[in-house]
């Protein structure tokens, strides 16, 4: 199940944090970072986010979350995690599909964007099977080389 996460309130945000710090952890490893800015998130961070988060419940645990800034014309995914209990299950892919479907199809949002680090294969291809192409590459002051990747004419 997917649903909304009201990330305001301290003990979901305490849950999306845990997903976080797990899930970035890995993709610490994955891309050989040892700072990893988005394992510097903090609890009050999430809390006083002004982004919309959604999770996927499995056996009614948090098992993922995404992470979304909306536009009338954009949807930005900031980010999407998987705890590591639960990779490979396709939770990433269904919540991928839940917000293209529920926010682009009955919008005038056309576009979608998405950055991950370079060496993030397995979130290039996620995104690629979604649909979206890469269209820019940059180095920033963290030292991990990022792409950002896009999906067009999404209605």
Known sequence: ???????????????????????YTIEAQLIGSLNFPPL????NNIKN??????G????ECLAGVIELAITSKQLEINSLTVGPDHF??????????????SFVAPTNI?????ETAVL??????????????EFKRWMPDHGIEKLAMLAENLN
């Open 49 to 54: 986010s002004t982004t919309v988060f959604y």
């Open 56 to 59: 996927y419940f499995a056996e």
């Open 88 to 101: 490979r299950k396709g939770i990433a892919d269904k919540l991928i599909d839940y917000v293209l479907n």
């Open 120 to 133: 993030n294969g397995p979130a290039i291809k996620l995104y690629k099977k979604h649909g979206f192409v």
């Open 110 to 114: 056309t576009t979608a964007v998405v």
């Open 40 to 43: 510097s998130r903090t609890v």
């Open 1 to 23: 199940m997917i649903a909304k996460l009201d990330s305001a309130n301290d003990a979901v945000a305490k849950q999306i944090y845990t997903i976080f710090q797990r899930s």
